[in-house]
C-alpha cells in the first residue's frame, strides 16, 4: 500500500505502472485540501481518499478500483481528461459531474459507448468536449449505438466547443458526430482530426460525410486539422 497524507497538499501527480505479478498498488490519499490530481494507476488493485476533498482538475488514467469517498471527490471538478476503460464505467454512470466544464475522453477499449451516453447525461454544464480514439483498434468494432431517452442537458444548453482526435469515420464514430451535432444548440465549433492513417480518397470522403451532417447550431463551424491539443498533460495539471 502507498500512503499520502500530507493535510496542506494541493497537488498531487501519482504513476503507477505494474511491473510485475506481485507488486500491490492500492493507493491511499488523506489530504484534504487537494485540488489538482493527476493519476495513472494500472496496479489492478484500489484507489481510495479518506476525507474527501473538492477536486478542481484531474487527469484519471485509472485500472483500478475507486471507492465511494473518491468517486464524490471527482464530482467537484471543472476540468476533466478520464480515460474510458471497464474498471472506469462506474464512474460515468454513477457520479454527477455536476461543475465539469471541459472534459476529454479517451477511450482504451472499443465497447465505450454506452458508458460515454451515461456520462453525458450526468455531465449537464459541459462546455468543451474532447475525444480522443487514438488507443481505439477498429478492427471488429461492434456496430451498436443506443442514443439515450431523453437528450442530455449540456447538449440542449451549454457545449460550444466539441474536437474529435484521430476520427476513423467508422459507423459508431459517425453516429456520435451526427448526434451532437444535430442536438447541441450552443455549438460553436466542431473540430475533427482525421485519423493518421487514413488515405487521401477516404479522407475526402469522410469530410464530405461530415460536411453532410446536420447542425442544429446554424452558427457553428465545422473545422478541420491535423493537430490536436488535448486538455489536462501532466505540466497542465502542474501549472493550473
Excluded at 18 to 24: A, H
Excluded at 85 to 112: A, G, V
Excluded at 154 to 173: M, N, R, V
Aim: proline letters at 4%; glycine letters at 4%; hydrophobic letters at 35%.
Amino acid at each position: 500500500m502507498f500512503s499520502v497524507n500530507v493535510p496542506s497538499l494541493e497537488t498531487l501527480c501519482y504513476i503507477y505502472l505494474k511491473l510485475g505479478v506481485g507488486n500491490v498498488g492500492s493507493l491511499v490519499i488523506g489530504s484534504a485540501t487537494l485540488r489538482k490530481l493527476f493519476i495513472q494507476d494500472h496496479s489492478g488493485n484500489s484507489c481510495s481518499i479518506e476525507n474527501e476533498p473538492r477536486l478542481d482538475y484531474a487527469l484519471v488514467g485509472l485500472n483500478c478500483y475507486l471507492d465511494d469517498k473518491f468517486m464524490a471527490s471527482l464530482s467537484s471538478v471543472m476540468y476533466l481528461k478520464l480515460y474510458l476503460r471497464s474498471k472506469t464505467d462506474p464512474y460515468c454512470t454513477s457520479i454527477k459531474f455536476s461543475q465539469l466544464r471541459t472534459c476529454t475522453i479517451r477511450p482504451i477499449r472499443i465497447q465505450w459507448l454506452e458508458p460515454f451516453m451515461h456520462f453525458l447525461q450526468n455531465s449537464p454544464k459541459l462546455k468543451v468536449l474532447r475525444i480522443d480514439t487514438s488507443n481505439i483498434r477498429h478492427e471488429g468494432f461492434p456496430r451498436l449505438f443506443n442514443r439515450q431517452s431523453s437528450f442530455p442537458e449540456c447538449l440542449s444548453a451549454h457545449l460550444e466547443i466539441f474536437e474529435w482526435k484521430q476520427y476513423g469515420g467508422h459507423y459508431e464514430e459517425k453516429e456520435v458526430v451526427k448526434y451532437i451535432l444535430a442536438n447541441s444548440k450552443c455549438l460553436k465549433r466542431a473540430r475533427i482530426s482525421i485519423e493518421s492513417t487514413t488515405s487521401g480518397e477516404d479522407e475526402r470522403r469522410m469530410r464530405k460525410e461530415l460536411e453532410s451532417m446536420y447542425r442544429v447550431s446554424p452558427s457553428s463551424q465545422l473545422l478541420f486539422s491535423t493537430q490536436f491539443k488535448t486538455v489536462i498533460s501532466f505540466q497542465d495539471v502542474i501549472n493550473l
